[in-house]
Structure formats: C-alpha cells, structure tokens
Nanobody, 124 residues
Framework: QVQLVESGGGLVQAGGSLRLSCAAS????????MGWFRQAPGKEREFVAGVSRGGIRKVYVDSVKGRFTVSRDNAKNTLYLQMNSLKPEDTAVYYC?????????????????WGQGTQVTVSS
C-alpha cells in the first residue's frame, strides 16, 4: 500500500510559478509510474503529466507543454511538478497518483494510488 501526500499548492498571480511535491511512503517508489492530475470545479479530473519509473520518459497534456515540468527523486521518494507561467485556467485541485503499469497512461484507471490533493488557485 502506497501513501501519497501532496504539498506546495497555494494562491498565485497569473504568470507566476509554483512547485508541487508529492511524498510517497509505504511502498517501493521507484517501481511505480507517477502522474499528476487536476480537477477544476465542475469538471472531470484530467491528466496533466506523467513520468516513468526511472524519470527519463515524460508525458504532458498539450495545455501545459512548455510551462510545466514533471520530475522525480527516487532517493527521496518524491514526485515534483514545477509550474511556470501559470494561467487562471490552471486553477484546480492537483493530485498525484502512482501506477504499477509499464508505460505512462493518461487514464485515471491506470493508477492505483492517489493523494488527497492540493489546491492551486491562479488569479488574473
């Protein structure tokens, strides 16, 4: 059983930056694919970014390409999401997730463990 705890959310002005962290415990972090999802009010949860077990391969949703960077530190059991040039439409609760599959997937069903989420609010 893997436990995931996100942190780093907050209120930021448009154009600003935030770095989210996701601390993992209770499992072998390096054996899991990791992903970031977000859910805005009234909308479905959507995939934002994913990273392979070794941290080499990364996948992003088109709307964040060039602005967000996903990374992981397997020695620290931590996943990160660096978010730059934030826009009001990035406002959402951000969740990290761990999956036991072999390749990065964008579907929620591909992930087995979820954190509780951290709120990101971008003001215009």
């Amino acid at each position: 059983q893997v436990q995931l705890v996100e942190s780093g959310g907050g209120l930021v002005q448009a154009g600003g930056s935030l770095r989210l962290s996701c601390a993992a415990s209770g499992g072998t972090f390096s054996s899991y694919l990791m992903g970031w999802f977000r859910q805005a009010p009234g909308k479905e949860r959507e995939f934002v970014a994913g990273v392979s077990r070794g941290g080499i391969r990364k996948v992003y949703v088109d709307s964040v390409k060039g602005r967000f960077t996903v990374s992981r530190d397997n020695a620290k059991n931590t996943l990160y999401l660096q978010m730059n040039s934030l826009k009001p439409e990035d406002t959402a609760v951000y969740y990290c997730a761990a999956g036991a599959g072999a390749t990065i997937r964008t579907q929620m069903t591909a992930y087995d463990y979820w954190g509780q989420g951290t709120q990101v609010t971008v003001s215009s």
